[in-house]
């Protein structure tokens, strides 16, 4: 998308601001809308796979197959989303917690 089909238009509706869609996520800025938070999250792929790869030895530096003999999972979304959700928590956290001393501080300063 281009800038112009991707930014946020607000308006006012009843006193109130409103936006005509969220392609931001919730977040302009490094400031929270007041819509809804989007997180968008990509995971690369288990590299561990039950196929044959060419590799090196660490020690010798020469050229060997591996064949993984470990627990292969075809995919791990499953396993991904709880890891996802608390990450997010932190990084919300410790966004609240920042604002939270920011705003000890300018009571304090005046």
């Known amino acids: 998308m281009t800038g112009y089909e991707s930014n946020d238009r607000m308006r006012s509706e ?57 627990r292969r999972d075809p995919t791990i979304v499953a396993r991904i989303w709880p890891i996802a959700e608390n990450y997010t928590a932190l990084v919300l956290l410790d966004h609240m917690m920042a604002h939270l001393g920011y705003q000890q501080l300018r009571a304090i300063i005046g």
């Open 14 to 70: 009843n006193g109130s601001v409103i936006f005509d869609s969220n392609n931001a996520g919730g977040i302009t800025g490094g400031l929270a809308t007041g819509q809804d938070i989007v997180v968008r999250l990509a995971v690369k792929p288990t590299p561990t796979i039950d196929r044959k790869q060419n590799t090196i030895d660490k020690y010798t530096l020469e050229n060997k197959t591996l064949a993984a003999i470990t």
